[in-house]
């Protein structure tokens, strides 16, 4: 039976009404249908009632919002129509079909009440249309475009894992289909269970979603625009939050630097070599016996004066704190003491504690669900914060086990949901597992905020859940040190990046297998200089793989590349503050610039090789780096620009020879890109004029944003934000200098525009008002 107001139910014609929400009944099943947000559909179903409405991923005022739905009914066709959305509803069946704002049916067929198991669980299906790509579910490998593919969501720890290895280590159920004319809609399951998301697989252009319990509550987001659809996914599950400048820098780690003095030698060295960084890591070996917040005072005598001398040196220290808690009552133990005292601890049905083997031997582990226990662990970062310790690692948080064949715990380890706007109950490991680590994360997230309220957390995790992103950064995990985990890796960050997590990396030289040919780290350190997240890790007990191993030539390499990024943080960090605006990542494939690339077909238009970073620059590895011959670059249109030399493009496109010293990097034209001078460190100021380069094009336009990188007085206005836009007249090239917003005053003393094809100019500043630069005499082609 239709919940509907009583005139629409009674009337056989055709009828509008307006309601804030349609909830049907029929078959058993109750399903509710409701538009958050202009261009979004929630849809909800639940057998004999509908599933609790509580959310890890989509804050409850998210939720609560409910624009109008306008009803309408013909026969037992329902139609319901909001801002940018609509839906048809078959009231027998509960078959669901979602339209855009202008009609167009995005997904078909969205099975009704038949979906529903009789023990529990569910399994939609839904068409998908031929010319489909499917992106997004987080870090998973397989192929970049998911259509033809299925994947599984369960946290897993995977040392290690191939391009078939499924699950990994994060469950991010959210996807985007993009069709060949740039066309997208998303789709989100809200359900931490595992699940399964079949793209064609099993059945041709047939949209498979099960799940093995939890609610049917699922969100449609009609884009139209790829772009669009990333900014309805941020506004249900938020975006990152502007992390510290440093966290932008080159990090240096390594499981481990054992010692004080191993710590200071390689911030010696990377100071000693000039090669730019901002961060060292510390893994497990810093611990007492690997516990937790324990330090080994024997190896780390003085954790503080050692964090401040670094930081002398513009390093902060990053450190490893996992969440498994060494079982040991009665050792003095304060991270498991004060646990225990509390009741924090997961325990299994007959009321013990469950306890695994990981890093520490026998280990109990907090129950993250419950808000009580998160306050908990946030307050033992108390000392390493006092200490000076920049940011925190949060890995093994799957939670990988030892020692068992499931890799977990066990799936009756009992929860006890005590949290944001869920009804306090206990439940199964079955049902928390994979939202585990976001909530890990979000523990330390919000413990640092409470520390040190003013400044900007820097938490890395390992596993996480759809909406983690406004808790911590992530990384891709155990990968090889192989050419395809080059490869593959890129691939994994640009979907992780349509996943809602903009600031990813994947270890840089590979983690683990074979130790990398000097080639491939060489190769590795120029990708991962354009990479959002620039962190070099390795495991334990294989040879360095630090930038400066290797013989000179190589090392020069490397360190020209580190040096770039030092010298693009205006415009990385200009990337990084409108993904934590708009959801749109620092990383993105060129279709999410520019859709149209599409229709080309091959490779996804350039897709599957290359990939942005912003809107602006164009980064173009070899598509087949582990035997570089020649290769192609075609670009997404003409007149784009050699970022390295200056220099205009004739055509669409260049045919590359492959050299270990260069990497193929273009500049859309029309671009306005901000660089400063060279720094060893976003710790230090760097001295001179901010750089504006100005690659003349259509809708020439840039913007130049910066704070103080590190604390919230940007939220109090303390920032700078400005526009700049060019345009080629017959007198010259007028560069335009928008008001300024904010009241930040930046490090620079001066402003030196350089247009390609044009000359150099220094100005005093950017006052509103615009400049005109002379038409040359004869063209450079170089503005230097
Ligand atoms: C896990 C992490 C790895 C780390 C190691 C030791 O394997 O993925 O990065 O070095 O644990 O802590």
Known sequence: MALLPATLLAAGAPQAATVDRMVLASGGAVLELSAPASGIMRIRMGRGKLPEDASWAVPAAARAARLPLQVTRSGETLQLRSAGISARIDRRTLRTEVLDGSGNVLLSDLAGSAALAAGGGFRLRGKLAGADHIFGLGDKTGTFDRKGGAYTMWNSDAYKFTQATDPLYKSIPFFMAVGDRGRAYGLFLDNTWRSTFDFGKTERDVLSISAEGGPVDYYVMSGPAPKDVLQQYARLT??????????????????????????????????????????????????????????????????????????????????????????????????????????????????????????????????FSRAKARSWWGELYAGLVADGVAGFWNDMNEPSIFNVASKTMPLDVVHRIESDDFAPRTTSHAELHNVYGQLNSRATYEGLSRLQPDVRPFVLTRATYAGGQRYAATWTGDNASSWQHLKIGTQQLLNLGLSGFSLAGNDVGGYAGEHPSPDLLTRWFQVGAFMPLFRAHAETNRPDQEPWVGDAAHVDIRRRFIEERYRLMPYLYGAAEENSRTGVPMLRPVFLNFPQVLAKGDRLGGSEDQFMLGGDLLVAPSPTPESPGEYTVELPGKGWYNYWTGQRLAGKGETIKPDIAQLPVYVRPGAIIPKQPLVQSTAFAPKGPLELHIYPGPDCQGEIYADDGASLAYQRGAYLRQRIRCEETEAGLRVEFEQRQGDWKPWWNGVKLHAYGWSVQAVPDMAAGSILIPRPTHSSGNGE
Do not use: C
């Open 238 to 367: 938020g975006t990152a939050p502007l992390p510290p400048q440093w966290a932008l820098g080159f990090q240096q780690s390594k499981w481990s630097y054992k010692s004080d003095a191993e710590v200071r030698a390689i911030a010696q060295r990377l100071r000693g070599e000039r090669l730019p960084a901002d961060v060292v890591y510390m893994d497990i070996d810093y611990q007492d016996r690997s516990r937790p917040f324990t330090v080994n005072r024997k190896a780390f005598p003085d954790l503080r004066q050692l964090a401040s001398d670094l930081r002398a040196q513009g390093l902060r220290l990053v450190l490893i704190t996992d969440p498994h808690i060494a079982n040991a009552p009665g050792q003095g133990y304060a991270a498991y003491d004060s646990g225990a005292v509390q009741d924090l601890f997961l325990k299994l049905p007959g009321g013990e504690y469950y306890s695994g083997d990981v890093w520490p031997g026998a280990s109990v582990f907090p129950d």
